[in-house]
């Protein structure tokens, strides 16, 4: 049984409570699915969520604030009981953060359907030449008379290829680097975007390389000002940040469930592996890790919901952390059950591999101590 005593923290108030233990009980009945076929999967926890009703807290709409908290609470729990249930629900809210953080109102219809599990959306800022630094972004939108101009290449894009519609990041020019990039809302189906690849990883998700020729979005697909794009993909990143490090969380709170199950079993000889002091400084020191990063991440998200502007130095810490510790606390619990630990078919096996892809994206490890000395120097 999952330590519960957190929700207990003062980052707390008691619709978070009420969510968690909600959230807990609808798990327990649907999750795992099936992973085999990753896309008929993401399409079905994406209906499946929708139907439920916790996509609500992926977006916000006019008026409304996105509660981080619950963000995260939803991210650790769906990550506890199944990845692709996390990777689903995620997706739909780093997809439309934008437009939750920045959207007109008729940008915002496509929330109605992406909070209601009836569209998939995805992000599209990494390219092929352009990832940690996305001042170096390549693609272009011109502006030309019927609106603007797409062209350029964007890879890793997750849910690419399944997603109904995509907010993308591409340059138009109105300073160098940094300032010169805009925000779009781009639907799937216009005429100029294909899927040049899906990319294949070792903890299988819809990914993809997409190729845009000649792309043609209307005016109205400017997500607030031209130039504005890379404060808007930073905005989005401050708040999803915190995230990542709660879906670690989950992954790490699974592995140690299983850890201390796995030690606790009774051996052939008698006693059991949990009797040697060794195993049982493991587990404290798994213990403490998941306690640690789970602080920082409810630091980070309450202060978000403060209505602190950015955030970038606690998401930054929390994401770190939170990710660099579930990694060793799962592989500890790997460790701790021998053979077992890297047989397919046990979850700590499924775990190694579904955490190593949290400590690159959105934004690599050594980006986020860059992020954090940078705030400390002043
Ligand atoms: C599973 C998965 C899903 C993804 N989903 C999406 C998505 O939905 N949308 C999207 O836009 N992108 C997505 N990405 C892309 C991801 O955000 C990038 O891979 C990431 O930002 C790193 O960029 P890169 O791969 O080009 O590596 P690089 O930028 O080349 O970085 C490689 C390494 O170089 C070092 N490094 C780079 N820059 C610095 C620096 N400034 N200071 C110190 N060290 C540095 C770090 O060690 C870093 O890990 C996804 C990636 C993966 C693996």
Redesign the pocket.
Known sequence: MPDRTFLDWPFFEDRHRALAEGLEAWAEVHLPVDHHDVDAACKGLVAALGAGGWLRYSGAGAGEALDVRSLCLIRETLARHDGLADFSFAMQG?GMGAVSLFGTDVQREWLGLTRAGKAIS?????EPGA???VAVTATTAVRGADGWVLNGE?T???NGGIADVYVIIARTGEAPGARGLSAFLMPADVAGLTVLDRIE?MAPHP?AHLGLKDVVLPETALIGRAGDGFKIAMSVLDVFRSTVGAAALGFARRALDEALARVQRPRAGGGSLADYQMVQGHLADMALQIDAAALLIYRAAWTKDQGVARISREAAMAKLYATEAAQKVIDMAVQLHGGDGVRTGFAVEALYREIR?LR????????QR?VIARSIMG
């Open positions: 780093l995805g992000f599209a800022l990494t990832g940690s630094d964007k890793y894009i997750s990883v990914l892809a690159i994206y959105e934004g690599a490890s050594d980006v860059v």
